[in-house]
């Protein structure tokens, strides 16, 4: 058994190309999957440039990384990705690719899928190998149930959501870096990234970040945001908001957090004035632990934080940023 | 124009999902079934292309045959029919991504609009397949559009980690709506009138077949009672303690 992990990088301002923390997780997953398999994982990176930092993903459980470098490939294309790779994965005979559940990832997973006739299980949560066969679980209705997925191809193209598959300890050994050959014609790129804007410089995105505070109708207005930023800011973490924030026009609809908005999974969830409609819950009640300040005891946002205060939002969010002030040394 | 808009029919965001007898599909029994709302924002990316550049806007939707409800619902919004692939149960993507691709690939069309994942199985998966299948290029997540028709060449933004990219492609091509896209409109009376006498054309795929199975659905384990701490900001010490002792957050 092969297992593919596609290593997915970024340039970024200061740090120039490097590897996404998804791409660690990808390659942990595909290691830990090769042993109960009995196969091997190897890595795979795409991009210009990339041949550079491919020894880098030695120490996340692959000890050989495949390279497809080339300029044409400084900028995301879904057409020549998805050629590579799944070229890629026929030329190697791999039988399972794993790509984190990125806007990357879930946009290229379904094209290679097609293009390997391969079951696809999209965004899992845990991946077991057993007999062959990868059995994989992945939520449903945005969190409201589970369903464990067997996928019955030969081939099988996972996609595992950001921030579960953590590695858990990094060793300092570099992968050996082989170059594959490049396939690509101008029409592989009828569809190509011509500029990338990131807007939100110094704060992490929702689906990435390890700590959200996220803010509801109970806040009254845009103003008072300020507050949930400044927390966020001083935890190093993400902005989210409820759907109801959202439909009023107090915050971007890339915020939104819930079923028809973003899933999420941090460390620490913080919601502030948010009352909990069931598919809020469903898009956050996987964090690792929540925290709710509601001015209404019987709110459902309650049922799922594991630390509440039943008051004021604008009197306890204020004393909490001074004091996680004082205790993180940031005074 | 000709254009495609994909539709699928899911429980509404209400839904308090019970596990299904066979215990490993929802329990449908009292459930609400609504238009999947990211195809509301596909829907009406269609209609504005269709007023700006004139053409025909035509609804798929693959399933059994209330899924003839969501063709209905979109065609009260606007355009002009509908394909309805009757499938008692359409399988994984693979699966429905196969339909609709039978469906559409000799329908000369310009643009094919998705919403950018059913609000069901959440695979975000059906509009690109068919793009692949269908040797189409396509854009997902799509928050802004715009079109060139003259020149067959579509420029849109797509929303990624922390920001958005530009893509651009040339037609013809397929496109996943997110939400900020556009405004849906509501279906006037008028419109939901209309809609009952525009045809909906009914096809059967030649076959259905899942690369995957599911083979068991279950609830997330129950989260433990959690400590309420007060009810002012008395209360925040004792928070910020946990969040470091008990969660070790810093």
């Known amino acids: 058994m092969k297992i593919v992990a596609f290593a997915e990088a970024a340039h970024e301002a200061q740090a120039g190309l490097k590897f996404k923390k998804v791409a660690f997780e990808a390659t942990y997953a595909a290691s830990k999957l090769a042993v109960e398999l009995g196969g091997e994982a190897l890595g795979l990176v795409v991009g210009k440039g990339v041949g550079a930092i491919a020894p880098g993903l030695g120490g996340y459980g692959v000890q050989k990384a495949y390279v497809v470098d080339d300029d044409r490939l400084g900028m995301y294309s879904t057409t020549a990705y998805a050629k590579v790779i799944a070229a890629a994965v026929e030329s190697l005979s791999a039988d399972v690719v794993i790509l984190p559940a990125s806007a990357m990832g879930k946009d290229l997973a379904p094209r290679v899928a097609a293009k390997l006739k391969a079951g696809l299980a999209a965004d899992c949560v845990a991946l077991k190998g057993e007999g062959g066969n990868v059995l994989a679980t992945r939520p449903v209705y945005a969190g409201k149930a589970l369903i464990d997925v067997n996928i019955t191809s030969h081939k099988k193209v996972i996609t595992i959501r950001p921030n579960v598959f953590s590695p858990a300890s990094v060793n300092g050994s570099a992968a050996s870096v082989e170059k594959l050959p490049v396939d690509l014609n101008d029409s592989d790129f009828a569809s190509r990234v011509t500029n990338t804007a990131i807007s939100k410089a110094g704060r992490p995105d929702l689906t990435e970040a390890s700590i959200i505070v996220s803010g509801g109708r109970g806040l009254g207005g845009p103003e008072n945001f300020k507050m949930i930023e400044e927390l966020a800011d001083l935890l190093g973490g993400a902005v989210g908001a409820s759907r109801a924030a959202v439909d009023a026009g107090w915050r971007p609809h890339d915020d939104q957090v819930g079923q028809t908005g973003k899933t999420v999974s941090p460390s620490l969830y913080i919601a502030v004035a948010i009352s909990g409609a069931i598919q809020h819950l469903a898009g956050m009640s996987s964090s690792k632990h929540i925290v709710a300040i509601n001015k209404d005891k019987d709110a459902p946002i309650f049922q799922v934080a594991d630390y509440g205060i039943v008051g004021d939002a604008f009197e306890i969010i204020p004393e909490m940023s001074a004091q996680l002030r004082m205790a993180l040394g940031k005074d | 124009m000709k254009l495609f808009v994909c539709v699928n029919q899911v429980p509404d ?55 003839k409800e969501v063709i209905r619902k979109a065609l009260a919004m606007g355009g002009d029919k509908g394909i309805h692939i009757k499938a008692e149960n359409a399988g994984d993507s693979y699966s429905v991504a196969s339909m609709l691709t039978g469906a559409l690939k000799d329908a000369g069309a310009d643009i094919i609009f998705f919403g950018k994942q059913s609000i069901d199985y959440d695979d975000s998966a059906v509009g690109t397949m068919v793009a692949e299948m269908l040797g189409l290029p396509s854009a997902s997540v799509v928050v802004k559009l715009d079109v060139d028709a003259g020149a067959k060449k579509v420029v849109c933004e797509r929303e990624i980690e922390g920001g958005k990219e530009t893509v651009e492609l040339t037609l013809p091509c397929v496109i996943s709506a997110q939400k900020g896209l556009n405004e849906p409109r509501y279906p006037s009376l008028k419109g939901i009138m209309a809609a009952k006498s525009k045809p909906i054309q009914e096809i059967t795929p030649s076959a259905v077949e899942s690369l995957t199975e599911v083979t068991a659905m279950r609830k997330p384990a129950p989260k433990e009672q959690g400590k309420i701490l007060g009810t002012d900001k008395t209360a925040v010490p004792e928070l910020v303690r946990l969040l470091h002792e008990e969660a070790k957050i810093f």
């Open chain 2, 13 to 67: 965001t209400e839904t308090r999902v019970k596990v299904g007898q066979d215990g490993k599909t929802i329990d449908r029994s009292e459930i609400n079934l609504i238009l999947n709302p990211y195809d509301e924002f596909a829907v009406e990316a269609a209609l504005q292309l269709k007023d700006k550049f004139g053409g025909e806007v035509t609804y798929v939707s693959a399933g059994n045959d209330s899924h």
